[in-house]
């Protein structure tokens, strides 16, 4: 998300972007940043796929906090709990506008996929 040339790391000037995209802003602009970065393949949707490697991936970012969400549920099943939720059309993506509108309506969410908010 942050190398925005696509040249494989991010040079300085994109790191200071980075920084302040995360440190200030309005929700909504930390929730389209969070959406591209989530949208792993940049097609403009998060698919199934998607919210999975991101929900394991903040499981495993968690470290000992999984533990107690691994006694609700696994990442596979948090996964597609957020999907159900965010998937407001039922088309099997989930589209910016759809991203942002969920995560605004429910605290929890947000917390959870933004946590540099």
């Known amino acids: 998300t942050f190398d925005s040339d696509n040249i494989g790391f991010i040079d ?7 920084i302040d995209v995360t440190s200030a802003g309005s929700p909504e602009e930390k929730l389209n940043w969070a959406f591209r970065m989530y949208d792993l393949d940049g097609n403009g949707v998060i698919e199934p796929q998607e919210m999975s490697k991101i929900v394991n991936s903040i499981y495993k970012m968690m470290g000992p906090n999984q533990a107690v969400m691994d006694k609700y549920e696994t990442p596979q099943e948090r996964a597609d709990s957020i999907f159900r939720r965010m998937d407001i059309n039922s088309d099997g993506r989930v589209e910016m506008k759809e991203f942002v ?4 309506d429910d605290q929890q969410l947000i917390g959870l996929l933004t946590p540099l908010s």
């Open 12 to 18: 300085f000037k994109e790191f200071l972007l980075a």
């Open 101 to 104: 509108r969920c995560c605004l």
